[in-house]
């Protein structure tokens, strides 16, 4: 009893520690919201981006909210962004990820040297590696689009959500391309779509009670189907398999934590390309003019190659492709939402582009959310909401770059893949495979929507945050195979 009293009273004493914090001279606009400690944790998860365009309208482009005790402070101006991702002494990445791991994926890696992980992932994903990687899964991409469709009358409509289609082919291209094992890689898409469906809630800890041993159940499930016993029966590991796995044990990371590891990789590396193969071809097919456009650039691609060189997918790397290229970068615009987080672990002084200067005080939180801006930033891209697949292309056809704020040109106009020093990784692969996907599926279906009036579905605002965005519900199509298809 009396145990119960002194920690009601050490709680009710730190409720008020938390809840009497103001605002100091030179610190950004401190808004706590209204209940004590959880201050504005209800509404940023909900809908983050809804929240702070709130808070943005309110404060401008810097302000510090509570969130669930946590003093965040929202720095949406681009132009000073590298004040933030340069900082590597007062600001620290680490911390706020080791957090997640733990109550996302159960996982622990005080032993990680970041510098060593990231060198170890630059191997894997680039350089030398990207190009077999790339075209093995441009060869896995193929042979699950045709497997699929074995068995069916060819002249006969097939009826399907294009997001379970998007995902579910790019994950299993994906899986086969890194783990190299077919046997058991429809069972992992369809546990790990139950997990994705979680994660959301599993990082801000906002679970029910049923969901939260379904989450227990799902993670351990892929722990399984994941680990090397299972995924090779004591046979040979997959090379990238084998390098993760040594690079773990050189690590000196347990044996428990090296399986759950694995998860944290088919996550970070399978999340992304399906969602954004999604909306890449749901704003080409409820977008006319768009999807003349491209097809008009993927049939010229084949006029160009009179030789005959290349077989046609391969046509992709051999040439520009500028509209294809401002179509994904129109995409990934409007529907891809990273959160960046630091732990200010020293007082820092914030030195913003336009000379302003602020305190960030230690113990705090620093976030940038490129979607709000630039992103969607009406003052950087005229109409944001809209999607307008030439929004970067020059007249000339080059690529658009030059994007403005405040009269200034802007280093940063959209950032897809994170800034700094844990920009994806797997940038140039997943741009290549996303163009691999849409280019298979347009030359090797008709693909139609199931109601010529649909719209895209809504975003599922709980996601912002989370990487690639996520509809709520599905856009349901048709396709069958073409008659007649480019020999690929
Ligand atoms: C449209 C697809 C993708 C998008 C939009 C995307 C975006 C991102 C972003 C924003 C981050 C940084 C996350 C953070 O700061 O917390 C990231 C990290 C990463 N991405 Fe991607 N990604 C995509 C696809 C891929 C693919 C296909 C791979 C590999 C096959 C990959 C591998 C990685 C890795 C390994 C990291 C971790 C980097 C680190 O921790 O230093 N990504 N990605």
Redesign the pocket.
Known sequence: MLWTVFLLLNGLLILLLFSTRKRKKNEPPLDKGFLPWLGHAVEFGKDAARFLARMKDKHGDIFTVRVAGYYVTVLLDPHSFDAVLNDTVSLDFTRN?NQLLKRVFSLQLPSIKPRA??EW?EQH?QGLSFSK?SSSMNNHLQSLLLSDQKGCDPSEWRQSGLFSLCYSLLFRA?YLT?YERQDNVSAVYKEFRKFDDLLTKLARCSLKRGESKAANLSREHLWELLSPEKLCGGSELSSWQQSYHDFLQEEGVDVEMQKRALLLQLW???C??GP?GFWFLGFLITHPEAMEAVQSEIRGLTLQDTSHQHSPINLLEAHNTPVFDSVLTET?RLT?A?M?NREVVQDKILHMANEQVYHLRQGDRVCLFPFLSPQMDPEIHQEPEIFKYDRFLNEDMTVKDEFYKDKKRLKYYTM???AG???????E??VQ??KQFVFLLLTHLDLELCDPEAKLPTVNPSRYGF??LQPEGDLLVRYKLKRKQLKI
């Open positions: 990820r992980e990231r992932m994903f990687l994906g890194l970070t590396t399978q992304n390309a954004a990934l891809a990273v960046i897809p893949w994170g020093r844990n920009i994806c990784v797997g940038k692969f997943a495979a996303i990487g690639m």
